[in-house]
């Protein structure tokens, strides 16, 4: 991360339509001369805890979307668990191969799961409190 946030404080001429910044390698090489990249995307499904959309490249690239990188955002590309990259510092990314391709992001916590069986055990316990101190 700090590398990351290094380059792109000391490279002010980065077009980041064109260009983004990774902390870690895509994985797979990635064609040197963006420019000629044909791609599209359509969105199907967007809500504050899911993204489902359809890829088509015909090079291998990087998509990044304009959300911002937390660590339990899953994603999913043709159904298959992939890791979730973080671009210009604070953005999801998913790299993808050339081709068509389904992507889906989820917000899977499992703080969240936890803290929600906590809040609903505590609200039935004391709903049986308050009934069972009505009856005396």
């Known amino acids: 991360p700090d590398k990351a946030k290094q380059l792109m404080e000391s490279n002010k001429n980065i077009d980041y339509s064109k ?4 902390e870690k390698k895509a994985g797979f090489n990635l064609p040197n ?3 000629y990249i044909k791609n599209k995307v359509k969105f199907n499904h967007y809500s504050n805890n899911k993204i489902s959309c359809l890829a088509e490249t015909d090079k291998n ?14 994603t999913y590309i043709d159904g298959k668990p992939v890791e ?6 604070s953005f999801r990314a998913v790299a993808l191969a050339k081709g068509r391709h389904k992507i ?29 101190l009505r009856k005396e």
């Not at 260009?19 to 990774?22: D, M, P």
Request: proline share 2%; glycine share 6%.
């Open 61 to 74: 690239g990087i998509l990044v979307f304009s959300e911002i990188w937390y660590p339990d955002w899953q």
């Open 104 to 132: 889906e992001m989820r917000y899977e916590s499992s703080k969240f799961v936890t803290g929600l069986w906590l809040s609903i055990t505590a609200i039935i316990l004391s709903i049986a409190g308050l009934y069972i």
């Open 84 to 89: 979730l990259l973080k671009a210009d510092y």
């Open 33 to 35: 001369d963006s420019n």
């Open 19 to 22: 260009t983004a910044v990774l």
